[in-house]
């Protein structure tokens, strides 16, 4: 189990994602496929149970998003009209 993380912190989570799937078409990413991936991951192991909130997945692969894009939230750079 990894010190002080949780599933909450979707940040690092995303974070070790990427590091292990690089490049992965979140938009076509279904909820089981990811929870297959997660699980996966070597900091994974001895965690509790997975969320199945859909709201957190929505979390994780918005996370992983900004991840993938080095870090950087330019969300807010996009006019609404665009989203």
């Not at 991936?37 to 994780?60: C, H, N, R, T």
């Not at 993938?68 to 989203?83: L, M, N, R, T």
Request: charge should be negative; aromatic fraction near 10%.
């Amino acid at each position: 189990m990894v010190d002080n993380q949780d599933w909450n912190n979707v940040q690092f989570w995303a974070a070790e994602l990427d590091k292990k799937y690089p490049r992965t078409n979140l938009i076509s990413l279904s909820n089981q496929k990811l929870t297959e991936m997660i699980l996966s991951l070597e900091s994974a192991k001895g965690m509790p149970a997975l969320p199945q909130d859909k709201v957190y997945y929505f979390a994780l692969k918005s996370a992983w998003v900004i991840v993938q894009h080095g870090g950087v939230d330019d969300s807010g750079d996009v006019p609404d009209a665009y989203i």
